[in-house]
Nanobody
Framework: QVQLVESGGGSVQSGGSLRLSCAAS????????LGWFRQAPGKEREGVAA????????YYADSVKGRFTISQDNAKNTMYLQMNSLKPEDTAMYYC?????????????????WGQGTQVTVSS
């Protein structure tokens, strides 16, 4: 099973930036899609962005379009999420996940491998 390890979370003020990283132990068929999800206290986990690791296609939730950028470094088996213009409502635990299909769907049910999460806190 592919191991996923997130890093880069922290606390920033509104308008600030953070870059999250997700290191995969290896790329396999099960990492066809790599995605970022987030879950705030008392809320359901939601999809934020995803990338097709084969052709680099990217997908975003409407709430983060224009502010977040997902990218990858295949040589390092690592995915990134650059988060700019952060808002207090972006505060959540952010999870990296892998799926063998469904990159554009951004739904939990498509993803089978999950990291432990990294906390992002944005203060006003």
């Amino acid at each position: 099973q592919v191991q996923l390890v997130e890093s880069g979370g922290g606390s920033v003020q509104s308008g600030g930036s953070l870059r999250l990283s997700c290191a995969a132990s290896r790329y396999t068929r099960s990492t066809y899609c790599l995605g970022w999800f987030r879950q705030a206290p008392g809320k359901e986990r939601e999809g934020v962005a995803a990338i097709n690791t084969r052709d680099g296609s990217t997908y975003y939730a409407d709430s983060v379009k224009g502010r977040f950028t997902i990218s990858q470094d295949n040589a390092k088996n690592t995915m990134y999420l650059q988060m700019n213009s952060l808002k207090p409502e972006d505060t959540a635990m952010y999870y990296c996940a892998a799926a063998s299909a469904g990159c554009a769907v951004l739904q939990n049910s498509w993803y089978s491998n999950w990291g432990q999460g990294t906390q992002v806190t944005v203060s006003s």
